[in-house]
C-alpha cells in the first residue's frame, strides 16, 4: 500500500498540499497547507502505526506530525517522551492535538498535568490547564476548585494568549459542571472580560465565559 514508509506518506502529504490553505493556516501559526479532512482519511487508511508515527513525527514537518498524532498509540508513549514532544510542538494545531488525541488517554497525563500546570514557559502551562479543564469536566475529586479560580482571578487577565484561553476554558468549565462556584466564575468573567469581544460565527457559542457558562447550563438545564 501506497504510504507505509515515511518517504511515500511524506510525498502524499506534498501532493495535498494547498498553498492557499497553508497561507490562511499561517496566520494562525499553523505553517501547513493540507485539509484536515484529507488527513484523516489518509489516517485512516494508514490505520495504527506507532514506529511510523514516530519517525514522522522525527520529520519537523507539522502536516507529517498531525498525521503521526492519528495514526500513533496514545498509550505507548511515556512521561518523557511526551513531555520533550510538547516542547517540540512548534504549532499550536500540533500542541492542540497532542494534548487532546494523544495526552488525555496517556496512564501519565495526571504527571505531566502537575509538571506542565507549574511550568514557567507559558505555552507548556497552557497545556497543564487544558489538561486540569479536562479533570475539571471529567474526574474533578481531589481538586482545589476555589483554589484555581483564585489563581484565574489574579493570573488570567495577564496570561499570554494560549495560556489566557487554556486558563478561560477551565474557567468556563468549573461554571458549567459546579454549580456551587457557578456564581463566583461567571463574577470573575465579567470582571476580568476575557475574550469578551471574540468573534464568533453565527451558530458557535461565545469564548467569553459569562456567555459559555450560560450557554451551556441552558442546554443542560434543557432551555
Keep these: 500500500m501506497t504510504g507505509t514508509t515515511v518517504a511515500g506518506v ?7 498540499d494547498d498553498p492557499k490553505l497553508r497561507e490562511a493556516n499561517e496566520r494562525h501559526g499553523d505553517d501547513h497547507g493540507v485539509n484536515l479532512g484529507q488527513l484523516r482519511a489518509l489516517a485512516k487508511r494508514l490505520k495504527t502505526q506507532q514506529e511510523l508515527a514516530r519517525q514522522l513525527w522525527r520529520t519537523e514537518d507539522t502536516a507529517a506530525r498531525l498525521l503521526a ?7 505507548a508513549f511515556d512521561g518523557a517522551e511526551l513531555d520533550a514532544m510538547l516542547r517540540q510542538a512548534r504549532t499550536p494545531k500540533v ?3 497532542l494534548v487532546n488525541y494523544v495526552v488525555k488517554k496517556n ?5 505531566l498535568r502537575l509538571a506542565w500546570f507549574a511550568d514557567p514557559d507559558p505555552v507548556i502551562a497552557s497545556a497543564g490547564w487544558a489538561l486540569t479543564g479536562d479533570r475539571v469536566a471529567k474526574k474533578p475529586e481531589g481538586l482545589d476548585l476555589g483554589g484555581l479560580l483564585d489563581t484565574i482571578e489574579a493570573e488570567m487577565g495577564d496570561a499570554p494568549d494560549r495560556l489566557q484561553w487554556a486558563m478561560n476554558s477551565c474557567l468556563a468549565q468549573i461554571g458549567i459542571d459546579h454549580p456551587g462556584h457557578r456564581a463566583r466564575a461567571i463574577a470573575i468573567g465579567e470582571r476580568l472580560q476575557v475574550l469578551k469581544d471574540y468573534p464568533t460565527s453565527p451558530g458557535c457559542t461565545s469564548p467569553y465565559a459569562p456567555v459559555w457558562i450560560g450557554e451551556m447550563v441552558r442546554r443542560q438545564q434543557g432551555g
Design 107 to 111: 496512564p501519565h497525563a495526571e504527571e
Design 95 to 97: 500542541h492542540d492535538w
Design 69 to 75: 498524532l492519528l495514526i500513533c498509540r496514545p498509550k
Design 10 to 16: 511524506m510525498a502524499e502529504l506534498a501532493a495535498l
